[in-house]
């Protein structure tokens, strides 16, 4: 009784302290709780010190933007409870919560803008984290995501704000060594670290086992390579519910299934994503089954996994969402799916899976596809036709492109009533698009492309089609035929109907759409003019192509407000007059292939934007201007097949970022502008075809070493060839022929790097690149136009596997130097008509990659070498008037060739020439045999047993039947004998 009587006076006396404070409050409003107040409208909650704390975290940041201006000692800034991103609690005032994460302190942007790129600078920078922020000691949440801190190191000072439950430092971008101190955070429960460049996080065990408290854990992008104990060190996590490891380099771990089962793990882990790794190991499987009832998420995308998809997943009962994308599984357990009845998105596309589609649907059990609503299984297999699918009633996404079905679209993919995307493309299917389409009213993305599809596509197949926004058919052999009047129910996003044929008038109802980013409506047989409303469709556009037409008229004075810069592909139409200043925004244009004529010098006054620009195959003509240095962005320049004339302009070398350049066949005149030498990017020259002269410049090998292709022919370019040519170690396409070259051919043309090198080349030559003021990319491919084989040929798609020199026609003397046959890559190599002399290099078999080898019309002697039939890819071989002599090598290639390609040595014999070689016969060559001057005939070793013979018996013959010789021979050896031994003696005691 006594106790609580006391218990009860404690309870009044502070009951009574509490209302004398209140009541003083109230007659002096100076005073307050703790607190000082700024005026009677508000109270300064923030203590000083975390105030001066945070202040000092903002001073080692870089605010370009004010994202921070609330924040400040400003009299009506002393609150720091009022500051961006800053919480305090309201029953301490305490600081507890600091966002200043990309999300929070941009708010005032959409959802969508922000992931968005081009809103990527609007960011904070950070030099350095203030010690100060320890002042913090009641701060629980702390994001400081995608502040930039430039790799500086994570202070381990942080591990000392023991209260916090939320760190989240995702892309902050800091680097070194991980601080251990985060260990000491034992309250921990979420812990962001992906995104940053930390160099030694791998030593897990000394401090995540730690972190008993934490639930969400994500390391994304850390390199843990070499930590092989990661599985066992995240399952010491009592509480984790979420785990993320994508992109870590993880290895196979290396753990037995009894230390697994016998470790305190987390009995609730929901979220495991380990995709992008390095994983092969069946531990995986092992340490999943430990989360039978709890694992709803799973991916195990793009790691090494092979063989059959495994058991294990049947017994994830609970799991929602599984992807095993982009690995090696070439089949599937038949019940591995058949009890996942809560599976809602299932992705196994990009691996090896083979068999019939129908066959695998019917592995999916009522359940699952009663559930499912995400079915990925592109870039597989399989093929057969597709089934009757309405049983998957759920279903939203269908992606099975990339395979090889076959057969019709069916009928019954109209009943999937909750379709939202719908992708087929890249398979076989062939038939008409079925017009039950049409009723998929959820629908937001139809691809149908590539495929052979045929029949007419009418406005049945859209009629409820109000949410589509992404529409591709292209590359079928649809026709689309609408009524003139259709006004579509949708408002297209990105429109594909390359190849589909829609003409011959250009199609009204593209009126209607003008929010599309991406039109293509190529090759779809339109003869028309573009219509006065068609360019104020493209606000929003970003691709553009109305190539392979009959476009006759552009609207030359219309005026386009773009609010990008656009990619435009008008090539192969017929568009004449001048170049229409309608497209003065384009960031890429093309317009090749059309009847453009006059100059080009409104380019100076309207087109500033352009980083691609082709106007090749038109009737352009006069001087070019000299207004380049206006065009700081320009990446890409063609103005080949056309009739230029004057002087390269000297301003051409201010265009520095270039990496390809086509003069070809025009009449250009002169010697290379020494300007040249500054477009150190360049990778593709070419200026065939024209009249300039002077010699090959010095300076072009040393200062454009980025070279890949270079293009030289059909000029008057004199001189001898520099030696520092040979710096070009990226060449793989070398073109000097139909000049005036003369001198040898440089003995260093083995440090062609790349040509030296087998295979190790990409098809095609392709170039990116990216405006400084956008967040857009150009993308293209380089061409080269060449004779192959004796035809003049144009390559695009395997342009970079075609690894030729070609210095024929020109006035090339000496030998062909034997180090041209270190140039092990060389598909073509044609040195035909010039003065070359001496023989043909005997290693010349080493060329083990050449498909067409070209010597003729030069005065090359000798014996062909053997080695040359050892060349089995050899398909073209030209080696007629020379001073060939001796019997053509006999084996299984030089002897299909024709007649003609010898012609022209009067001293060579031997099939496949009617000349014949006499009596004598040759063995045939076999792939390893060495080079031989002359045949091994019966004379050869008649003549070597008579020599042992005379030789043997002119010494042997004379000691054995001339008795004093033998008696002087005999005392000349103990003559001999006796001085080694004396000599022998003298040295040993010499050395004693």
Not at 101 to 108: F, Q, R
Not at 882 to 891: D, R
Request: negative net charge; proline residues 4%; glycine residues 6%.
């Amino acid at each position: 009784m006594e106790g609580d009587r006391i218990r009860c006076l404690k309870k009044l006396f502070r009951a009574l302290i509490v209302v004398f404070t209140l009541l003083q409050c109230a007659v002096n409003p100076s005073l307050s709780l703790g607190f000082k107040n700024i005026s009677s409208e508000g109270v300064v909650r923030c203590f000083e010190r975390e105030r001066e704390a945070l202040l000092a975290f903002k001073h080692g940041l870089v605010d370009h933007y004010n994202l921070l201006s609330s924040w400040g000692r400003e009299e009506h800034k002393k609150d720091c409870c009022k500051w961006v991103g800053v919480h305090c609690s309201n029953r301490t005032n305490h600081v507890t919560q600091l966002h200043l994460g990309w999300y929070p302190l941009n708010e005032s942007y959409s959802h969508q803008q922000k992931g968005d790129p081009q809103f990527i600078d609007y960011f904070l920078q950070g030099k350095k984290m203030s010690p100060k922020l320890i002042e913090l000691q009641r701060l629980k949440y702390l994001d400081l995501s995608w502040i930039n801190f430039n790799g500086t190191r994570l202070p381990y000072f942080i591990g000392s704000l023991s209260n916090l439950r939320h760190l989240d430092l995702y892309s902050a971008s800091f680097g070194g060594r991980f601080p251990s101190q985060v260990g000491n955070l034992t309250h921990l429960q979420y812990l962001d670290l992906r995104g940053n460049d930390f160099n030694s996080v791998e030593n897990l065990k000394s401090w995540l086992p730690l972190l008993s408290s934490l639930t969400y854990l994500d390391l994304s992008t850390t390199n843990l390579s070499n930590a092989h104990d990661w599985l066992e060190i995240v399952s010491k996590l009592p509480k984790l519910t979420n785990l993320t490891l994508q992109g870590c380099g993880l290895p196979s771990p290396v753990i037995h299934s009894s230390t697994l089962f016998n470790i305190n793990s987390s009995k609730s882990l929901a979220h495991v994503d380990l995709s992008d790794n390095q994983c092969t190991s069946p531990s995986i499987y092992l340490w999943l089954s430990n989360y039978n009832a709890s694992l709803v998420f799973l991916d195990l995308a793009s790691n090494s996994l092979t063989g059959l998809i495994p058991s294990v997943i049947e017994n994830l009962t609970s799991l929602v969402y599984l992807s095993l994308s982009d690995n090696k599984f070439d089949a599937v357990n038949p019940h591995s799916f058949s009890s996942l009845c809560s599976l809602q998105s299932l992705d196994l596309g990009y691996n090896s899976l083979s068999g019939q589609f129908s066959e695998f649907v019917q592995m999916l059990s009522t359940c699952v596809q009663n559930s499912l609503e995400s079915l990925y299984l592109y870039d597989n297999h399989l093929s057969g036709s597709i089934p009757n699918l309405t049983n998957f009633s759920s279903l939203k996404s269908l992606s099975l492109d990339g395979n090889q079905l076959n057969g019709t679209i069916p009928e019954s993919i109209g009943q999937l009533s909750n379709l939202e995307k719908l992708d087929l493309d890249g398979n076989q299917l062939s038939g008409t698009i079925p017009e039950s389409i049409g009723k998929l009213s959820n629908l937001v993305v139809m691809d149908l492309s590539t495929n052979d599809l045929e029949g007419v596509v009418s406005e049945t197949h859209f009629s409820q089609l109000s949410r589509l926004q992404y529409l591709y058919l292209s590359s079928n052999s649809l026709v689309l035929s609408f009524n003139s009047n259709w006004v579509p129910p949708f408002k297209l996003k990105y429109i594909y109907l390359g190849s589909c044929k829609m003409g011959p008038y250009f199609p009204k109802w593209l009126q209607t759409q003008n929010e599309y980013s991406y039109l293509d409506i190529s090759d779809a047989g339109i003869v028309d003019i573009l219509p006065s409303w068609f360019w104020g469709t493209t606000r929003y556009v970003a691709f553009i192509s109305l190539s392979n037409n009959q476009i006759g008229e552009m609207f030359a004075s219309s005026t386009m407000n773009f609010t990008n810069y656009p990619e435009i592909h008008l090539s192969s139409n017929q568009i004449e007059g001048p170049i229409p200043s309608t497209l003065s925004h384009a960031s890429y244009l093309d317009l090749s292939d059309n009847n453009i004529s006059g100059s080009i010098s409104i380019l100076c006054e309207a087109y500033k934007s352009l980083m691609f620009l082709n106007l090749s195959n038109n009737n352009l003509s006069g001087e070019l201007p000299q207004c380049w240095t206006h065009f700081d962005n320009l990446v890409m320049l063609d103005l080949s097949y056309n009739a230029f004339s004057g002087k390269i302009p000297s301003t051409v070398g201010s265009l520095y970022r270039m990496e390809t350049l086509k003069l070809r066949s025009n009449r250009f005149v002169g010697e290379f502008p020494s300007s040249f030498k500054n477009c150190t990017s360049l990778k593709v020259l070419d200026v065939g075809y024209n009249q300039l002269s002077g010699p090959i410049p010095k300076w072009l090998g040393v200062s454009l070493q980025k070279l890949v292709v270079l293009m030289l022919s059909s000029n008057n370019i004199n001189g001898s060839m520099p030696s520092e040519l040979c710096r070009l170690t990226n060449i793989q396409n070398l073109d000097v022929s139909a000049n005036n070259i003369s001198g040898t051919i440089p003995k260093c043309l083995s440090n062609f790097t790349v040509l030296a090198q087998k295979g190790n080349s990409s098809p095609t030559l392709g170039h990116s690149y990216r405006r400084d003021d956008t967040s857009y990319w150009v993308s293209y491919m380089d061409d080269a136009t060449f004779i192959w084989k004796g035809r003049m040929y144009s390559y695009k798609n395997t342009l970079g596997l075609v690894k030729r020199i070609d210095f024929s026609s020109n006035r090339l003397s000496g030998e062909i130097p034997s180090e041209i046959t270190d140039l092990v890559g060389l598909v073509s190599l044609n040195l035909s008509r010039n003065g070359l002399t001496g023989e043909l290099p005997a290693k010349i078999g080493k060329l083990q990659s050449l498909d067409a080898l070209d010597l003729s019309r030069n005065q090359i002697d000798g014996r062909i070498p053997t080695s040359l039939a050892q060349i089995y890819g050899l398909s073209v071989l030209d080696l007629s008037y020379n001073n060939f002599i001796g019997k053509i090598p006999t084996g299984t290639q030089l002897q299909s060739f024709d007649p003609s390609d010898y012609a022209g040595n009067p001293q060579l014999c031997g099939p496949p020439l009617p000349k014949m070689c006499g009596d004598q016969q040759e063995t045939p060559i076999s792939s390893n045999e060495e080079e031989k001057d002359e045949p091994i005939t019966w004379g050869f070793y008649i003549s070597m047993v008579l020599g042992f013979i005379v030789g043997f018996w002119g010494v042997c013959g004379s000691l054995i039947f001339v008795r004093p010789w033998r008696y002087s021979y005999f005392r000349f050896l103990n003559i001999l004998n006796d001085w080694f031994y004396v000599r022998a003696i003298s040295i040993k005691q010499h050395f004693n």
